[in-house]
């Protein structure tokens, strides 16, 4: 069974930056695909990143692509999402997921098997 536990959310002006990590332990974090997605109030679960599991290959979303970016250290087991330039709409519950099935850096939240609890972010105008 693999525990996730996301930390690093918070409060923060438009443009302004955070880091989200998330540390993983009982499983071995460095077979797994790992993902972030955010939940806005009112809608539905959306992906924002990917990470393989050798770090080599990463997706994002759209609406992030060259504002955040997805790393991973698997010394630590931990996955990060360094968030530049936030907007108000980057408001929202990020949580890290972890998938074992082999989906190469999918978008899909049904493939992860592992959810985090999640962190709140809350951007101001």
């Known amino acids: 069974q693999v525990q996730l536990v996301e930390s690093g959310g918070g409060l923060v002006q438009t443009g302004g930056s955070l880091r989200l990590s998330c540390a993983a332990s009982?499983?071995?974090?460095?077979?797994?695909?790992m993902g972030w997605f955010r939940q806005a109030p009112e809608k539905e679960r959306e992906f924002v990143a990917a990470?393989?599991?050798?770090?080599?290959?990463?997706v994002y979303a759209d609406p992030v692509k060259g504002r955040f970016t997805i790393s991973r250290d698997n010394t630590k087991n931990t996955v990060y999402l360094q968030m530049n330039s936030l907007k108000p709409e980057d408001t929202a519950v990020y949580y890290c997921a972890a998938q074992t099935g082999g989906f190469l850096l999918s978008r899909r939240p049904n493939d992860y098997n592992y959810w985090g609890q999640g962190t709140q972010v809350t951007v101001s105008s």
């Open positions: 009982g499983g071995t974090f460095s077979g797994y695909d």
């Open positions: 990470i393989s599991w050798s770090g080599r290959g990463t």
